[in-house]
């Protein structure tokens, strides 16, 4: 591995097992920026967004996952978990994280 790519390895962090998160569920991970809800659709993929609805600051974490999307569980906005965006009529953007499954295991850029 050359420099380059050795200081952008740097920058993702191991959060554990895709089989850690629920299917159709999230496990939250602490940080500086808060906390971030990592979710696993039906399909194993996996996703990242800060756990705080662009509403009124519901846990996205305690949502429902469905194909691609959350619903919020205190209002059930829906929230996009590839782009972080709400589905209209709604407006806003959960602030969305970079991830990443090499060899099963779950990689966080924060």
Do not use: T, Y
Not at 14 to 41: W, Y
Not at 42 to 57: I, Q
């Amino acid at each position: 591995m050359n420099a380059p790519e050795k200081a952008i390895m740097n920058e993702w962090i191991n959060v554990g097992a895709v089989e850690d998160i629920p299917r159709l569920g999230a496990r939250v991970v602490q940080s500086a920026h808060g906390d971030i809800a990592v979710f696993r659709n039906a399909d194993d993929e996996v996703f990242a967004l800060l756990d705080k609805c662009p509403h009124k600051g519901g846990p996205l974490s305690q949502g429902i996952v469905f194909g691609r999307h959350v619903a919020c569980p205190l209002h059930n906005w829906n929230i996009g978990l590839d782009d972080g965006k709400a589905v209209a009529p709604d407006e806003g953007c959960a602030h969305r994280f970079a991830v990443k499954v090499v060899d099963q295991q779950v990689f966080l850029n924060i």
